[in-house]
């Protein structure tokens, strides 16, 4: 017993706890500064608001089932069963005594990780690429579908954090694009594509993991760095909260179930437990509903993380397959003996549950996990960790229905064409080559390499926790070939990028044109092709693809150079180069990656804008990812001095205005895409609509209810003796119920509950509302429309195609980014000579600036000025806001 409560009190957020008695609420953060930055409390956690717009059903559903759950139910609930525990990735206990079957959690955001008759979609990235509203609800559809029918609860995506605040970040290919607002929309439609469809989703990873490098101690550890602690990104209130934050406001506001709090530190308290991060920004004042579950082993502290915001632990165990976890038991016995509160466990729960509701689901009407994680065949061991319990495991449930239009069209409608003379679209060419391995198949199959963890063939998605296995693939080399036999073209490709003399011979032969592919690839940190730790280790193309382009160009006039990849490569001498006549960039398209390729190439589909910036050199960012340890042994200090200065931003800061050509503006600027047709921007039209001034929020939240009761008597939680105990798994059962005196609520060692925790970790009194907050989303009147803003779009030229407007703001001062993206639309089939609306409606937040001495959203004084134009350097419209 003595021991249990010990583990759970020697876990205390020892930053937050110091720092505890010393500031009220609310805080800003400090300006980052080394170790010197640190995290305010922000205490207590809020509980679920029952008024909540969206939750309100749920609300009372979860209710009505938690007030008759028993303490060991709510606990496991809140915890996973351990890593290989169960047959998803994350898995929490059963509540067999009401019929509900232990919650499954999958990765993740492209499709179902280690699955089979499943798709693979586009990377969240080439999905950005098509700045499709619809596109992204119905991704994000499709994913909650296969996902409900092979019995997955909760899908760990979509994914903003990344952000992608590094050009060579290992995982910024999993979120949508470096800009907040793109990020922020497409995150809420996919949320919403998603959790229409029965599934809860997971935004994550909150917030702040911008790299992979040392986001955990045994990863970095492994590739050689002794550090003892996990990188803390270091970075301001504003930028929080213009910036990172942003996004996650959104996918809040679209009413999310589950947030996946990050691996990393900020601002050196550890994202699991960082009472400012979940309990004051995410909880508090963007009103979160659902619940926060832990990256796998991001947890570091019992409970400290409850007091914190921390609402469910994965995979459950404190390291993957110790048998002991930070929860399980130590929460029973934390909430028995009075130092987590049972309003806190309630609220736990309530969010679990009410997220369940919310998306539809119901106890007894659930599909049955029908597959396994840990084994292709079709029977396993349920707790294969342990090899327990084998039985029928994979029943080879279909799942992908016809997603693979959707997958081939948002594939196409991703690929951005960056230059091209005229060579493009491809129209029965009489000769046709295709140069390079990332053009054909790996030798060992398109799921050859666990995780996707190296890159052999083409690349149609990063590798890591996020990928999925093909259920086939088609190559850009079948596709060619299957269109160049349509048409009648002669067809030769050469996939080995070292066979020089030979391609020198194919591509120089009369009226060939040469499609010469290459590839760069990233990922996640716990593999490393190539010595690539996750982050890539550079920004130009892997296995000799520069040298290969080069070879081809010198060869033959009409090259077209087709480059997949997880995020910008240099291609400053390309853009320039006379014998490159196009260049298209086909991100990581999933399965259906050739045909998506050719409805390019051919014309058959209109393409995409990029949707980060394309610089000259990895150094032309301004910012990196960091690869050695600053900081001694402890924890690396990764300051974001930069701000919001990031991609476009920071170019434009740098090099406004300056030309293509120039080493510090970009090749390729953030939101750019050639398309088949011209277009003309007309007509700028500002309408100022009356929304009055914003009131902050005031008042109280109601106070924590607590839902039902539970007894006191240690005996009521021994291990059941009905049960079988299996070994690793993570049970809720305490290890000895001999001795009362833990569960008194007194002074244990001379510290009671009282003062192990922060300053109102327990208060479960009524609570100011913070100015900002209110509903999901934040305060109501954020999101007023302040200006609707209307221009016109002619189609100039002889093609049906698609327009891409785009409308930046300047919010002015001398502080502030050049201009920042706050408008989009994709108008799809604009006929030659026709005229459309582009209409974006401005709201508060877009025209604000946060605040950090009011902690409020403020409209500035400054001027502020629209453009409206198709990329965010090409921007022909423009007026100041009246
Ligand atoms: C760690 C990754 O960071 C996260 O994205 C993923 O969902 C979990 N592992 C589970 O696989």
Request: hydrophobic share 35%; glycine share 10%; aromatic share 10%.
């Given at each position: ?540 193309l892997w296995k000799n693809g520069d040298d290969l382009i080069k070879t081809v160009a010198a060869n033959n006039a009409k090259t077209i150079v087709v480059v997949h990849s997880t995020g910008p490569v240099i291609l400053k001498d390309y853009a320039v180069h006379p014998n490159i006549s196009a260049i298209v960039w086909a991100g990581t398209p999933g399965q259906e990656s ?250 508060r937040r877009d025209i604000s600036n946060w605040d950090t001495k009011t902690q409020q959203w403020v409209v500035t004084k400054f001027p502020k000025t629209v453009y409206v134009g198709s990329s965010s350097r090409d921007l022909p419209l423009s007026a100041r806001l009246p």
């Amino acid at each position: 017993m003595k021991t249990s409560f010990l583990l759970a009190a020697s876990t205390a957020t020892i930053l937050d706890f110091a720092a505890a008695n010393a500031l009220p609420n609310p805080q800003p953060y400090p300006p980052p500064h080394s170790n010197e930055a640190y995290s305010p409390p922000f205490y207590p956690s809020p509980w679920m608001d029952p008024n909540a717009p969206g939750w309100e059903q749920a609300y009372a559903q979860a209710k009505e089932f938690v007030s008759g759950l028993t303490l060991l139910e709510k606990v496991n609930l809140t915890t996973g069963v351990g890593w290989m525990g169960e047959k998803c990735v994350g898995n929490v206990g059963t509540v067999p005594r009401l019929g509900l079957r232990s919650l499954c959690m999958q990765d993740g955001p492209l499709g179902l990780r280690f699955n089979r008759y499943n798709s693979a979609f586009a990377t969240g990235l080439t999905a950005a690429a098509s700045w499709s509203r619809h596109l992204w609800v119905d991704r994000g559809t499709a994913l909650g579908s296969e996902a409900k029918n092979k019995g997955v609860d909760v899908l760990l995506g979509p994914v903003a954090g990344p952000l992608g605040r590094n050009p060579n970040g290992g995982r910024n290919v999993e979120g949508f694009g470096n800009d907040p607002y793109l990020a922020g929309v497409a995150l809420a439609d996919t949320v919403t594509g998603i959790q229409n469809a029965g599934t809860v989703a997971c935004a994550k990873h909150f917030l702040l993991n911008e790299q992979e490098h040392f986001r955990q101690v045994g990863e970095a550890n492994g590739y050689g760095y002794p550090i003892k602690e996990a990188l803390s990104s270091n970075v301001d209130d504003k930028t929080i909260h213009e910036v990172y934050g942003w996004p996650f406001q959104d996918a809040v506001k679209a009413g999310v179930g589950s947030i996946m709090c990050s691996y990393n530190q900020v601002n050196n308290s550890y994202a699991c437990q960082n009472s400012k991060l979940l309990n004051g920004l995410l909880k508090e004042e963007y009103g979160f509903q659902g619940f926060v579950m832990s990256d796998w082993q991001a947890q570091h502290a019992g409970v400290s993380t409850a007091a914190a915001g921390l609402d469910m632990t994965m995979p459950g165990d404190t390291l993957f397959n110790t048998g002991a976890s930070y929860f399980g038991s130590n929460l029973t016995l934390a909430v028995l003996n009075g130092t987590v509160p049972e309003w806190r466990i309630d609220d736990m729960v309530m969010r679990i549950m009410a997220s369940f509701f919310k998306v539809g689901k119901s106890i007894n009407n659930l599909v049955d996990t029908n597959f396994d994680s840990w084994t292709d065949g079709e029977f396993g061991y349920v707790q294969a960790a342990v090899n327990e319990n084998w039985e029928k495991v994979n029943y080879g449930v279909d799942v992908r229905a016809d997603h693979a239009n959707h997958i081939r069209e948002a594939g196409a409608k991703g690929t951005v064409i960056l230059k091209n003379n005229g060579i493009l679209p491809l129209n029965k060419p009489k000769f046709l080559t295709v140069i390079g391995e990332d053009a054909g198949s790996n030798p060992a199959g398109p799921n050859g390499c666990g995780d996707r963890g190296c890159d052999d063939g083409t690349l149609a998605m990063e590798w890591g926790s996020g990928t999925t296995n093909f259920p086939y693939l088609v190559t850009p080399d079948t596709a060619i070939q299957n269109q160049a036999l349509q048409d009648g073209s002669r067809y030769e490709s050469i996939l080995n990028n070292y066979a020089t003399s030979a391609i020198q011979s194919l591509v120089s032969q009369p009226e060939a044109i040469a499609i010469v592919f290459a590839n760069s690839d990233s990922g996640e940190g716990y593999l490393h092709p190539d010595g690539n730790e996750g982050d890539r280790k550079n920004i130009t193309l892997w296995k000799n693809g520069d040298d290969l382009i080069k070879t081809v160009a010198a060869n033959n006039a009409k090259t077209i150079v087709v480059v997949h990849s997880t995020g910008p490569v240099i291609l400053k001498d390309y853009a320039v180069h006379p014998n490159i006549s196009a260049i298209v960039w086909a991100g990581t398209p999933g399965q259906e990656s050739g045909n998506s390729l050719v409805d390019i190439l051919y014309g058959k589909q209109s393409p995409g804008r990029t949707p980060f910036t394309w610089g000259p050199s990895l150094e032309s960012y301004g910012v990196q990812v960091m690869t050695t340890p600053n900081n001694g042994n402890n924890a690396p200090q990764d300051d974001f001095t930069e701000g919001a200065f990031i991609d476009y931003r920071y170019f434009d800061k740098v090099a406004p205005g300056k030309p293509r050509s120039s080493d510090k503006a970009p090749t390729y600027e953030f939101g750019f895409g050639l398309s088949w047709s011209t277009f003309k921007f007309s007509n700028l039209q500002i309408q100022k609509n009356n929304a009055g001034p914003l009131n902050p929020t005031t008042g109280k939240t109601i106070a924590a209810p607590a839902l039902g009761t539970f007894s006191k008597n240690l005996k009521d939680y021994g291990f059941p003796k009905n049960i079988r105990r299996i070994k690793e798994f993570i049970y809720p059962y305490l290890s000895s119920t001999s001795s009362g005196q833990a569960a008194s609520g007194d002074s244990h060692y001379g510290q009671t509950a009282k003062q192990f925790l922060p300053a109102g970790a327990t208060d479960g009194s009524p609570q100011p509302r913070s100015p900002s907050s209110g509903e999901p989303g934040g305060n109501r009147q954020l999101y007023d429309v302040i200006y609707t803003i209307t221009a016109t779009i002619t189609n100039t030229g002889k093609v049906m195609d698609d327009a891409v407007p785009q409308l930046y703001l300047s919010h002015g001062g001398p502080n502030e980014p050049v201009r920042v993206l706050r408008g989009f639309d994709r108008i799809e089939r604009i006929a030659p000579g026709q005229s459309v609306t582009f209409k974006a409606d401005l709201t508060r937040r877009d025209i604000s600036n946060w605040d950090t001495k009011t902690q409020q959203w403020v409209v500035t004084k400054f001027p502020k000025t629209v453009y409206v134009g198709s990329s965010s350097r090409d921007l022909p419209l423009s007026a100041r806001l009246p």
